[in-house]
């Protein structure tokens, strides 16, 4: 079983910066992919970042330019530098790890971007 342990949310005036990590516990191997995801009040989840353990990178049109996915196979951790937040990126972020037989979440980490 894998556990997904996220950290770096919090409150942050617009403008500001943020950086998420997250930490897979557990044995991964093969291909799979490492993101976040966010869920604002009252809308549904959407994608936000993605990583592939070969190195393809998604990024949401909301985000691109303004945030920056990495992440260190060797130590099972993905990053997620966001810059120039703004208001609308308030959510809860949560950490994704996907392979071809299975798909861990995070527990989530506030980030909350004031005017």
């Known amino acids: 079983q894998v556990q997904l342990v996220e950290s770096g949310g919090g409150l942050v005036q617009a403008g500001g910066s943020l950086r998420l990590s997250c930490a897979a516990s557990?044995?991964?191997?093969?291909?799979?992919?490492m993101g976040w995801y966010r869920q604002a009040p009252g809308k549904q989840r959407e994608l936000v970042a993605t990583m592939a353990s070969g190195g393809n990178i998604h990024y949401a049109d909301s985000v691109e330019g303004r945030f920056a996915i990495s992440r260190d196979n060797a130590k099972n951790t993905v990053h997620l530098q966001m810059n120039s937040l703004k208001p609308e990126d308030t959510a809860v972020y949560y950490c994704?790890?996907?392979?071809?037989?299975?798909?861990?979440w995070g527990q989530g980490t506030q980030v909350t971007v004031s005017s």
């Open positions: 994704n790890l996907a392979g071809p037989r299975y798909d861990y």
């Open positions: 557990g044995s991964i191997s093969g291909f799979n992919v």
